[in-house]
């Protein structure tokens, strides 16, 4: 069988090289990646909230030598000694650029740099120069369906996305991909006021950005989110305690809790929800959407990034 008919992985194995690098932020490094692997993936057009995963040279600065032409890059990359794979995490695409010359990725890197949250990513994001390499897996370039997304608001007349630093160059590029006539507003907390970044979000969409300060993460998120919803008694939530290493994933298509997934009802209202950033801040907003407000899972995806008490995958 030719390669050209052979059935291919919707995702794709690919070399980047570091084209330039940025502090947005004082929370924020936004690194530009590119190369000519990078012309097969990603999906063109609207991005959304599309994931990639990124490995990181182990500490001996050598990247794995994985095979990049099979479809099976996870056993590969399994296959390679624990301690020479590298880490491998998961982000969100800020950007893609494609034009004549060719590809480029845009990463925003939130810093984790404090003792017991600072991980590898973090690590190389803070040191990141022009010419280091890493590996990018993300969804093959011509692959019919947007690879590695959630955000699928259907017919709604108006959204509330809401997610802390992490979640929030997701929200960024949901928001500028989106239609110029939707609806809405996007909560997102960050550490302080000089990490909100520009978002060319549309005019009906407004952006409400939440420095904590000091306070822990969700500490403004939650009781704004609940606020708005029109619940008085909001800042009297403390957010849920998750157990273990796994983090929260609830889609109106996948259920991380093992629920019953049925077909798609029609809305019960005329808003689509969107949730994302640490699991126990995320978890609290779940139980008061769906299990207080009576909000039908089918119109909320809640995604835990992070899980508070471990060392940041990022």
């Given at each position: 069988m030719s390669t050209d008919t052979q059935i291919r992985s919707p995702y794709v194995l690919t070399l980047a090289e570091v084209r330039g690098v940025e502090r947005?932020?004082?929370?924020?490094?936004?690194?530009?990646?590119?190369?000519?692997?990078?012309?097969?993936?990603g999906t063109l057009g609207e991005v959304f909230d599309a994931r990639i995963k990124i490995v990181f040279p182990p500490e001996s600065g050598a990247l794995p030598p994985l095979d990049r032409t099979v479809d099976d890059w996870w056993g590969a990359y399994l296959a390679v000694p624990?301690?020479?794979?590298?880490?491998?995490?998961?982000?969100?695409?800020r950007e893609l650029r494609v034009t004549d010359a060719?590809?480029?990725?845009?990463?925003?890197?939130?810093?984790?740099?404090?003792?017991?949250?600072?991980?590898?990513?973090?690590?190389?994001?803070?040191?990141?120069?022009?010419?280091?390499?890493?590996?990018?897996?993300g969804p093959r370039?011509?692959?019919?369906?947007?690879?590695?997304?959630?955000?699928?608001?259907?017919?709604?007349?108006?959204?509330?996305?809401?997610?802390?630093?992490?979640?929030?160059?997701?929200?960024?590029?949901?928001?500028?991909?989106?239609?110029?006539?939707?609806?809405?507003i996007a909560f997102i907390e960050v550490p302080s006021a000089a990490d909100e970044l520009p978002i060319a979000a549309p005019a009906g969409v407004e952006v409400r950005w939440l420095a904590r300060g000091e306070e822990p993460h969700g500490s403004r998120l939650i009781p704004t989110v609940l606020d708005h919803l029109g619940d008085t008694d909001a800042g009297e939530i403390?957010?849920?305690?998750?157990?273990?290493?796994d983090t929260v994933?609830?889609?109106?298509?996948?259920s991380g809790l093992g629920e019953e997934i049925a077909p798609a009802p029609a809305p019960a209202s005329d808003c689509y929800y969107w949730i994302a950033g640490e699991s126990g801040v995320v978890t609290?907003?779940?139980?008061?959407?769906?299990?207080?407000?009576?909000?039908?899972?089918a119109q909320v995806a809640f995604m835990g990034y992070w899980r508070?008490?471990?060392?940041?995958?990022g």
């Open positions: 947005a932020s004082p929370a924020y490094v936004r690194v530009t990646f590119g190369g000519v692997e990078l012309d097969e993936l624990e301690g020479e794979r590298g880490a491998m995490r998961t982000y969100s695409i060719g590809t480029e990725l845009v990463v925003d890197f939130v810093l984790h740099l404090a003792p017991g949250l600072s991980g590898p990513a973090s690590r190389w994001a803070n040191t990141a120069t022009t010419g280091d390499e890493v590996l990018i897996v370039r011509g692959r019919s369906d947007h690879g590695g997304t959630e955000w699928e608001p259907r017919e709604a007349g108006k959204v509330l996305l809401a997610g802390d630093e992490t979640a929030a160059p997701a929200i960024a590029r949901i928001l500028e991909d989106s239609p110029r006539e939707l609806r809405g403390a957010v849920t305690d998750i157990e273990g290493e994933w609830e889609t109106p298509d996948y609290t907003l779940r139980r008061h959407l769906v299990k207080d407000l009576g909000v039908d899972r508070r008490g471990v060392a940041m995958r």
